[in-house]
């Protein structure tokens, strides 16, 4: 409630309807004096140390915590300084052709307005709409949990207070920057999951190489955007953190937010399904890893039967990621009548299944007469997108070999089948968020190559920003 009233003092207020449901909170006096109450009545009740106090100590221990320390200076280092990157790009060479839409007539606030934040927004704002009769690109084709997020959190910043009549709307403007907002969080709350996963993949000393290898990353400039990969990857990685430690419930919880994040969400059910066989048989896995073996087995037995429903626990909460999408899917049937309309709609995009081997050969009829130099100069954005797929391409088997199955099928499983769909199309941002390649990276790299490395990432980094706030295709 103090955060509550603190905003409405800011961004004017909180107006919504949420199912039919007229909320509507002006007054931040109010707001504070019903938090105060709370919070006396509380302390009378409860006798725990005050509120402040332990909100001091968490912060405290955060700071001081090895996954604080280590995420905190990567995350402010390169977030808002890609903004300030594509701040400058806009003004210093400007926009090659008219921007798309805008949401505001002043550049910084109209910074988020790119590419696909044009769906999210149109969702967040409007909800989904679909027609038979439409051949080209429609919404339905983005999944929910962003946009929505969007929505809750354009709310709380006052997208339904009076318009600045010197500028354009404020909804639109206002909504996206809680896209930004959502998108920036849910980036520095992955850095902590990564760390930890980091800490038991590659040790303490190289799990802070990682976080600043994925956050200098060339296309890490989509987590600064109000783009989806920043929520996609904070769901990846805490699933894998809590399901590894048998949390069950927080790993269904994450689980069927990533199903209901992008489409490929549905596929994190499959190393999931392993992780959770390798707890039952352990000779399953490859490399070998004492400390997952279930107590009471041996390499190659089976479980004791009382485990064998732990299993069955373990195998439910791995479908959590193919259940999201599911959800979505029954939605989507009382809309059109199928439930994978949304896959059917990514046509409009240019994404269409061809044979892998097809795809190959095309690709190589395309490229290899013109030779690399000539690629380079007519198609550098086939560039940007290709040469992050060949990097993710040729971790595949040296993830397998030292951290097993499970992160090898991740990322087969988010490198091929939209290649196969699409070619090189969105390649490059997809990459981004494929964070086992980053761990194999900073667990071989030597110590001083490292910042040699960081800088040349986030050199690119800038690059792309520069590319992609002046409208240029980097999508």
Sequence with gaps: ????????AVFGGVRARPWGVRVRIISETRVWVL???????????VRIRPLHHRLAESTR??????????AWPVFLATRPTILLVGYLAIITFGYPVAPAFRVSLREFW?????????????????GYSYSRHVRGQQNIAFFPAFPKLMRAGGYLLG?????????????????LWAGVLISMGAFYWALVYLFHLAREDIGDERAPIALLLIATYPLAVFFSAPYSESLFLLGVVATLFHFRRDELSRASAWGL?????????????IPLTILALQRMWPAL??????????PGTKPGGRMPDERVSALARRVVVAAAPGIGMLVYSGFVYTWTGNPFTWAQAQTAWGREYRALGQMFSDTYAYVIPRGPFVNGVWVPFDVWNGLPTLFVAATIVPVLRRFGWAYALFLLLN??????SGGLLSMGRLTAIMFPSFFYLAAVLSVRTVPAWAASFAIFQALAATLFFTWRELF
């Design 1 to 8: 409630m103090l955060v509550l009233g603190v905003l409405v």
């Design 110 to 126: 109209n910074l988020p307005a790119r590419w696909d934040a044009g769906w999210y927004l149109g969702i967040a704002l409007d």
């Design 159 to 175: 997208s339904e207070s009076h318009s600045d009549p010197t500028d354009l709307p404020v909804q639109p403007r206002r909504t």
């Design 61 to 70: 221990l955060l700071g001081r915590s090895p996954a604080g320390r280590a």
């Design 285 to 294: 896995e490859w490399p070998r890893r004492p400390d997952m073996a279930i």
């Design 257 to 269: 937010m990533v199903g209901l994040t992008r489409p490929n969400g549905c596929l994190l059910s």
């Design 35 to 45: 938090a105060a109450a709370v919070i006396a009545a509380r302390h009378a009740l």
């Design 415 to 420: 490198l091929v089948p939209p290649f196969v």
